[in-house]
């Protein structure tokens, strides 16, 4: 295994048997949206002797609290319908209801969602909206010192709900729940691998190709950008919300660029990016590498803090979706999703940014396996020379930490070779042996 192979951990679900635990339904309350009644009347039927609320626009704090306080086992629920558009109401009820369990202090809160990550037990995501709340969990569970689970089914039968009452899971990571049998996820290096990087003969970048890169003004997407434009002297179509850089620009032609076009955009703007793909019907690749930073507590954070970094990688996404969907993609070679180590680890402190990094990456599942797209993710870790935690404040914390920045020539060589293999997801790391031990990686 060489030094780049050494950074590179694929996704993996270890089978674990269940484990039965006490439990008292009448210390047990559920909870679900308002919106999904149809749900609850579900899971009713298992749930004999534990009591049903529901959260909704005008379950205030106060309220929400004198439900709930009385029990020490709160389990929540959602398995929300599919749609192009994020219900912001319904995440901003579940922020509220994690500072109420947060101030009532339960003895156990279970966060239960449907095939809303991305798992070896089944293909397809089918509830990529739930990743928010799975996101938000993971991270709550670091933040609170009481138990936190966050289980993710397969589907809801009676086996499954037996389980989440009567079984005993850890809490740091979401566990997928079968009905004979649960998963850990993890990460892995793969010694055996086939796709070696050393193997790599052909690249998935056309010369002269058109690719358009969502967050193409900041740290990693301009460093693409320019690569692309040095290697491939391709046509580059940008978005970003600010003004646009004509330096960037003239450096990208510089650098041999056939042509570069800056689009300032919201890609949460489903309109203006639907205009910009009507402007650009050849796109050869498309990379979404945009993001918004804003770390909090959950206890502290506002509702307009959680949309605004959900808003470049959730919402930005669904628009691709629901553009790529009606639109004639034989010319798309690939979409790469830019996300963060984060899904998997879940640092306190953002709750916000995790459950936009799992959200998108439940989403990329669905463009590939509902919309045949090939589509892909690397979740990085720590960049310390370009990008948006570039400074020596950062640098001297991972380094503390254990963490290494990844280098250029280091992600480009790892991105090249991502595309040109089959491999749909990899996180890549660059951490001592300690590092990784403590962050529970590549165990
Ligand atoms: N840097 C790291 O260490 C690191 C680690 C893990 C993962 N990542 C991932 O790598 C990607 C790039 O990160 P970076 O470090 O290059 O960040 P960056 O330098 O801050 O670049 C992100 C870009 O996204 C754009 N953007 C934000 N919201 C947008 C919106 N709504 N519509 C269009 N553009 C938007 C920003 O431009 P405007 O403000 O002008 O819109 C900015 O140029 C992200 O997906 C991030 O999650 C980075």
């Known amino acids: 295994m060489n030094a780049l192979e050494s950074m590179i951990f694929y996704p993996s679900w270890r089978k674990c048997q269940f484990r039965k635990a006490e439990f008292h339904p009448e210390g047990c309350v559920w909870l679900f949206f308002e919106s999904q009644r149809f749900l609850a009347s579900k899971v009713k039927d298992f749930i004999e002797g534990s009591r049903v609320c529901f959260l909704s626009d005008s379950a205030g704090p106060e309220w929400l609290a004198s439900r709930l306080e009385n029990f020490d086992r709160i389990v929540f629920v959602a398995e929300t319908t599919w749609s192009y558009d994020l219900n912001y109401n319904e995440v901003s009820n579940f922020l509220a209801l994690l500072k109420v369990i947060q101030k009532i202090r339960c003895t156990e809160f279970d966060i239960v969602t449907v095939r809303s990550i991305t798992c070896s037990a089944f293909r397809a995501v089918t509830h990529p909206h739930d990743g928010v709340f799975v996101g938000l969990g993971q991270t709550f569970a670091q933040e609170v010192d009481f138990s936190v689970r966050v289980l993710v089914l397969e589907h809801i039968s009676e086996k499954v709900i037996y389980w989440i009452?009567?079984?005993?899971?850890?809490?740091?990571?979401?566990?997928?729940?079968?009905?004979?049998?649960?998963?850990?996820?993890?990460?892995?290096?793969?010694?055996?691998?086939?796709?070696?990087?050393?193997?790599?003969?052909?690249?998935?970048?056309?010369?002269?190709?058109?690719?358009?890169?969502?967050?193409?003004?900041?740290?990693?997407?301009?460093?693409?950008?320019?690569?692309?434009?040095?290697?491939?002297?391709?046509?580059?179509?940008?978005?970003?919300?600010?003004?646009?850089?004509?330096?960037?620009?003239?450096?990208?032609?510089?650098?041999?660029?056939?042509?570069?076009?800056?689009?300032?955009?919201?890609?949460?703007?489903?309109?203006?990016?639907?205009?910009?793909f009507k402007r650009y019907p050849r796109i050869n690749g498309i990379v979404h590498s945009a993001l918004v930073l804003k770390d909090s507590l959950i206890c502290n954070m506002s509702d307009e803090n959680l949309q605004s970094v959900l808003s470049p990688k959730l919402c930005g996404t669904l628009n691709l979706l629901r553009i790529l969907k009606n639109m004639n993609c034989s010319q798309l070679d690939f979409v790469l999703f830019f996300s963060s180590v984060q899904s998997y680890i879940a640092n306190p402190g953002q709750a916000n940014y995790t459950a936009a990094c799992v959200s998108k990456d439940a989403l990329a599942n669905v463009l590939r396996e509902l919309y045949m797209v090939n589509s892909k993710i690397i979740n990085w870790s720590f960049w310390g020379d370009i990008g948006v935690v570039a400074s020596d404040y950062y640098r001297k914390r991972m380094s503390k930490l254990g963490i290494e920045s990844i280098r250029e020539k280091e992600g480009l060589e790892i991105i090249e070779w991502l595309l040109s293999t089959k491999l749909k997801q990899v996180t890549v790391i660059k951490a001592s042996d300690n590092a990784l031990k403590r962050l529970n990686i590549g165990g």
């Open 165 to 276: 009452l009567h079984g005993t899971f850890p809490s740091r990571y979401p566990i997928i729940v079968l009905d004979d049998c649960f998963l850990i996820p993890t990460l892995k290096r793969n010694a055996a691998c086939s796709h070696t990087i050393s193997c790599r003969e052909s690249s998935c970048f056309r010369n002269g190709g058109t690719y358009l890169i969502i967050g193409g003004r900041g740290g990693l997407g301009g460093m693409l950008a320019k690569y692309l434009a040095r290697q491939y002297k391709v046509n580059l179509i940008l978005i970003g919300r600010s003004p646009k850089d004509q330096k960037q620009l003239d450096n990208l032609v510089k650098n041999g660029a056939a042509s570069v076009t800056y689009e300032q955009t919201d890609v949460s703007d489903f309109e203006r990016v639907k205009a910009i």
